[in-house]
Structures are given as structure tokens and as C-alpha cells.
């Protein structure tokens, strides 16, 4: 229960064929939290974080990506805007982090940039109001904004989580970026 929050992890194994299962087995020996798994051989993200969420047991639901690394103080930072009882839905900050040195032609900002290149959300220090949907490797939506908008369509093979976060801007609900919730990429 780091700082007083009590979570757990659910991880969905899509019907992968490169390990997963092993490396879950191995981190539920020595694991922090609750971590719940199960296998999805229904291939597409969509379906797998519909049944994630089906076996989640909170509140407030945490998503993410298999090729992030987490900043000591992301669970803090993406949780702590909900202590507004109006935010509904949190985008956390996607750093980019490079092993190598980046390539010439990833340009991060002004007119040539290629954001969707590699996945990068920064938009500054300050938290403050989206008028956009966050990216699914670092947001967050209380259970009941998911559920009243139905879930993650299925049928997309990817945007999934840009959709749901307009479909949850729609119906009026607040999203927050928290620029302390920060996951490196």
C-alpha cells in the first residue's frame, strides 16, 4: 500500500506466444500488489482491456502499455487528480526514452515534428483541463465513465483508447492531464 493506496494489477495476456506467461509467473512470487492475470485468445487490445476490466475490482482504473517503464511517483501522480469528485478521467505525461542516441529524422516539437512516431505526450509542468483525450500508456478513468460509455470498442484495431476518451469528453466529463504521472516510452 504505497502512501495509503490500496491497488492491484491486472495483466491481460492476449494470446501471446513470447514468454508472457512465464515472466507473470515469476512476478507474482515477489509482486507488491495483487496482480490478477488471464489469457485472452481473443487477438485485438480492445477485447483485452474489456476483459481486464471486467476483473478489476476498483474504482478507478489505471492503463498502460507492455513497453513502458513507470516514474517512482506515477501511481501518486495519476491518482491524485480523482480527489476532485468531477474528474472522471486523468492523461499522464509520456516521456520518450532512448537507448540510443534518437534518430535524425524523429523531430519531438515545432512545425516538422512526428509525434505519432513514437509515443510522446508532454504538454508541460502545470496540470490543467484536456480538451483531447489522453493516450492509452498513461491514463486513467474512473470505472462508471467506462462503463457508461460502453467500453473500448472492439471492432477498432487501434485508436481504441483516443475513442473512448472523446466519448467520455462528450458526455461531459473532466479529464485532467497530470504532469507528475509520468511514464517513460
Known amino acids: 500500500v504505497p502512501g495509503g493506496i490500496t491497488w492491484e494489477v491486472v495483466v491481460v495476456d492476449n494470446n501471446s506466444d513470447d514468454g508472457t506467461a512465464g515472466v507473470i509467473q515469476r512476478a507474482l512470487r515477489t509482486f507488491p500488489a495483487p496482480l490478477l492475470t488471464v489469457r485472452e485468445s481473443r487477438q485485438g487490445k480492445p477485447i483485452a482491456l474489456n476483459r481486464g476490466i471486467a476483473l478489476a475490482r476498483g474504482e478507478l482504473l489505471l492503463f498502460s502499455d507492455d513497453d513502458v517503464e513507470f516514474d517512482a511517483a506515477w501511481l501518486h501522480g495519476l491518482v491524485r487528480p480523482f480527489d476532485q469528485p468531477d474528474v ?57 465513465a467506462i462503463e457508461e460509455s460502453g467500453g473500448f470498442r472492439e471492432d477498432l484495431s487501434r485508436g481504441e483508447d483516443i475513442e473512448i476518451g472523446l466519448r467520455v469528453l462528450a458526455s461531459g466529463g473532466r479529464l485532467v492531464y497530470a504532469p507528475d504521472a509520468v511514464v517513460y516510452h
Not at 529524422?105 to 483541463?129: E, M, T
Open 88 to 144: 472522471v478521467g486523468v492523461g499522464g505525461r509520456i516521456a520518450a526514452r532512448w537507448t540510443t542516441a534518437p534518430p535524425r529524422w524523429w523531430v519531438p516539437q515545432g512545425p516538422h515534428r512526428l509525434p505519432a512516431a513514437i509515443v510522446h505526450y508532454d504538454l508541460g509542468i502545470a496540470p490543467l483541463d484536456l480538451a483531447e483525450p489522453p493516450f492509452g500508456a498513461n491514463m486513467a478513468f474512473r470505472r462508471r
